[in-house]
């Protein structure tokens, strides 16, 4: 167990220094390096995909994969989570914060692609920009995508609700190279939401008949021998925008190919047999045996594998449908909640296979400079619980009506979890719950939960930002309309003084009053319990020591423009 715990604690920043192998540099270039290129880097997703049109984006697997096709006008650094230029060289605000001028970098090409004249990609332009955002604004249904930007941008929602408007009026082509955005209010996370996939930019000619070929300006090609089910294949972007600081063309690798193999015990496998090169959301116990099992492989010099444990951005909670009895009583949502030993969950249903327990808020520990230990969450009371049943109608827990309790998936993991938290309903409150399995895809699309429901899901944060799992909770999502989506906030939770802070928070350019705001909100969002939050994850990252300059992070961020596979040569009187 020792040598197991001292392997947890390796980092990656050992791999940086080791020597450099591979094929002769393809792009013609003249740095002094010619042993950069080369190799296929195998990824694998324990889910399928649900889709890669940046527009429908809402789960975190099509997001790894979405993210290596599609470029935003900013991006996040892969290491600090800083906001850096990417299509648009630099930007100006005015001295109210209210319109952002984007000057867009030049020599920039979209992927080839049929959908251009000639099948050549054509120039990225300003034009392009404004396609992209009118498209989301245009969309007939609600999305994510517009969600960010209904509230932020002058004429979105005039543009989302009209027949007749088709273009924001809050968006202005300067010229071919300049683009201007207007804002109703100042906000104090634009730019980090213009670096998200969702708002990724696409060519005016990539949609036909309602959808999208998948062609952007990214580091890899998408290749239409994929198999979504199956597996993604992507390859070198031969006319990509970047380079290194020597002047050689990125990116270094010839593709990349994510895996959809949902077994872990099938994920290890194909790692030892190196057919896969990075696998990552591996149970505890998985990563023990394989440690433990080839301890040697982790010891050598060089070591063969490399394995970490990081913080995720990422909390894990239980929602409720809040616009139908029994969850739309406050007393009931509150009950369940301290009904729930979260401490067990995690160490026993999850074998200890997360951060920690979720005993303050939503927010979890890895958004940084935050005060989430201030928050005050709801008590572990099953005497106080009944209580509060007593006093909504429910005092023998007789007349309790049956809910459902949808989950993702029904196996490792969540259907653990799922199954620990019926037990504790039944045994604790008497409570009768029906747990209901969808895929992961099915999911992801439901566009709230169904009445006299829950649900357990997970938030993974779009943007480093406090206020961003907020957004789980913010009426101004919910459509007066029972059928339209109110994605994130699918407990269609709605408080006037809630959604008063937030938006507060997200618009005041003062960060000490925007974390004010930010716990103020959170506090309501606990106390009224639409959500319970479980527990703060964390991921176990496996991968061969060949690859160099991967840089996990606490959001799933896969920068792989200079990640490269070398050939490290291990001693002969290492191996056994």
């Not at 993974?460 to 459509?479: C, E, M, R």
Request: some cysteine; aromatic content about 10%.
């Amino acid at each position: 167990m020792n040598k197991f715990i001292t392997i947890l604690s390796f980092t990656i920043s050992s791999l940086f220094f080791i020597a450099c192998g591979g094929e002769k540099n393809p792009s013609g270039q003249t740095g002094d390096n010619d042993t950069l290129y080369g190799e296929v880097l195998d990824i694998a997703l324990n889910q399928e995909i649900s889709d890669l049109d940046p527009l429908l984006l809402i789960d975190g697997y099509s997001v790894q994969v979405s993210n290596q096709i599609f470029e935003g006008l900013v991006k996040f650094n892969s290491k600090d989570l800083s906001i850096e230029p990417l299509l648009a060289s630099s930007w100006e605000v005015d001295k109210d914060g209210l319109t952002y001028t984007f000057q867009l970098k030049k020599g920039v090409f979209f992927h080839d692609n049929e959908c251009f004249e000639s099948g050549k990609g054509k120039e990225f332009k300003a034009a392009d920009v404004a396609f992209t955002f009118n498209r989301i604004c245009n969309d007939s249904k609600s999305n994510y995508a517009y969600n960010m930007l209904k509230n932020k941008l002058v004429g979105a929602k005039e543009c989302h609700n009209s027949q007749t408007i088709n273009e924001v009026s809050g968006i202005k082509v300067i010229n071919e190279n300049t683009i201007s955005f207007s804002l109703i209010k100042p906000s104090s996370n634009f730019l980090h939401f213009l670096a998200t996939p969702s708002l990724a930019i696409v060519p005016t000619e990539a949609e036909k008949n309602g959808k999208l070929e998948i062609v952007g300006t990214g580091p890899f090609v998408y290749t239409q021998k994929s198999n979504q089910k199956a597996k993604i294949e992507l390859e070198r972007n031969p006319n990509y925008h970047l380079a290194d600081e020597k002047g050689n063309k990125l990116p270094y690798l010839d593709g990349v190919t994510f895996h959809i193999v949902p077994s872990s015990q099938d994920r290890l496998k194909q790692f030892e047999e190196k057919t896969l090169d990075i696998i990552t959301d591996l149970p505890s116990q998985s990563i023990k045996n394989v440690v433990e099992k080839q301890i040697a492989d982790f010891e050598s010099k060089p070591p063969k594998f490399i394995l970490g444990r990081y913080p995720e951005l990422v909390s894990t909670y239980l929602a409720f449908s809040t616009k139908s009895e029994p969850f739309s009583n406050v007393k009931v949502r509150k009950a369940i909640a301290m009904s729930i030993n979260k401490i067990d969950l995690v160490n026993i249903a999850l074998n200890g296979e997360a951060y920690g327990p979720a005993l303050n808020g939503i927010i979890p520990p890895s958004v940084s400079n935050y005060d989430y230990e201030s928050i005050i969450g709801i008590e572990n009371n099953v005497e106080k619980a009944k209580k509060l049943l007593a006093e909504a109608g429910y005092k023998n827990r007789e007349n309790f009506p049956s809910t459902k309790l949808f989950i993702a998936g029904n196996e490792g993991q969540t259907l653990r979890v799922a199954l620990d938290i019926q037990k504790q309903l039944l045994s604790k409150l008497n409570i009768k719950t029906e747990i209901v399995t969808l895929t992961f895809t099915e999911k992801s699309e439901m566009p709230f939960i169904p009445d006299a429901s829950m649900a357990l899901n997970a938030w993974l944060a779009d943007i480093p930002t406090a206020d961003n799992f907020l957004n789980i909770g913010y009426g101004g999502y919910v459509s007066e309309k029972s059928d339209i989506s109110s994605f994130p906030n699918t407990s269609r939770f709605e408080n006037k003084e809630y959604d008063l802070a937030y938006d507060e928070a997200i618009s005041t350019l003062d960060d000490t009053k925007r974390k004010e705001l930010c716990l103020k909100a959170e506090q309501i969002l606990i106390n009224e319990s639409p959500v319970i939050p479980l527990w703060y994850n964390e991921n176990y990252r496996l991968f061969q020591s060949n690859i160099v300059n991967y840089q996990p992070n606490v959001m799933y961020i896969h920068d792989l423009t200079t990640v490269r596979i070398v050939d490290l040569q291990i001693p002969k009187s290492q191996v056994q």
